[in-house]
């Protein structure tokens, strides 16, 4: 890459979202970017190269964004990073707001927020939507739910992918205790199925 260049990362798994990125990026003129799908490829390219930016998304198939972001200050500390994401939960904004990050950004969001959103880190600031900033803002951060013991349980053996009458029978209760174990997680996480529920709790414990 041209040293000269602003040199961007993105950090996103869907190939089509990260094109659209790219695109919006490079019309600001000097800049130079990259894409990553996954934590071996992000890996890689710090390697390779000092980026002055990365865009990251929360949801990356083999880790978490939260893990990403420790590892991207370890590893490049001079960059800047900006959060785009579809994750607009209270204990995601929450989290968010206690991270070294430069900016944040919705997907529910028009594209055009996104190219302000890099224009302005571009250019030394911080941007965050609004969405993000008015939770920043708030002196009350939304507590991460409490979870029992057995809560904790039920969900580390469904992020192995077990069903409810294999978690029951490994942790010996009825079906029944076990679905009601699973329909609390999804209450106390506000997770609409399984696969959610799973990130969600990968997320926070």
């Known amino acids: 890459m041209d040293k000269n260049m602003y040199k961007l990362l993105i950090i996103d798994d869907h190939p089509i979202v990260a094109e659209g990125i790219k695109n919006i990026a490079e019309q600001l003129g000097d800049v130079t ?10 890996e890689q390219a710090v390697n390779a190269c ?10 990356l198939p083999d880790t978490n964004g939260f893990k990403l ?3 991207l200050h370890n590893q490049i500390p001079e960059c800047r990073i900006l959060i785009y994401t ?11 707001a206690h991270q070294a990050i430069h900016g944040a950004v919705s997907k529910n969001n ?12 571009k250019n030394g600031n911080k941007y965050f939507c609004k969405t993000f900033s008015e939770q920043f ?26 069903s409810t009458s294999e978690i029951a029978n490994k942790i010996f209760l009825s079906t029944n205790t076990v679905h009601t174990y699973r329909k609390r997680l999804m209450e106390k996480l506000e997770a609409k199925n399984v696969a959610e529920l799973v990130y969600k709790g990968t997320e926070l414990f």
């Open 33 to 42: 970017c990259q894409s990553a799908i996954c934590m071996k490829e992000v």
């Open 50 to 59: 000092q980026f002055d930016l990365c865009i990251i998304d929360l949801e």
């Open 69 to 71: 972001i420790d590892f």
């Open 86 to 96: 579809m994750h607009e939960e209270p204990w995601v904004i929450s989290k968010l």
């Open 110 to 121: 028009s594209i055009q927020e996104l190219a302000t959103a890099i224009k302005e880190i």
């Open 137 to 162: 803002g708030r002196n009350s951060i939304t507590q991460v739910p409490e979870l029992s013991k057995r809560e904790k349980e039920v969900l580390a053996l469904l992020s192995q992918g077990l």
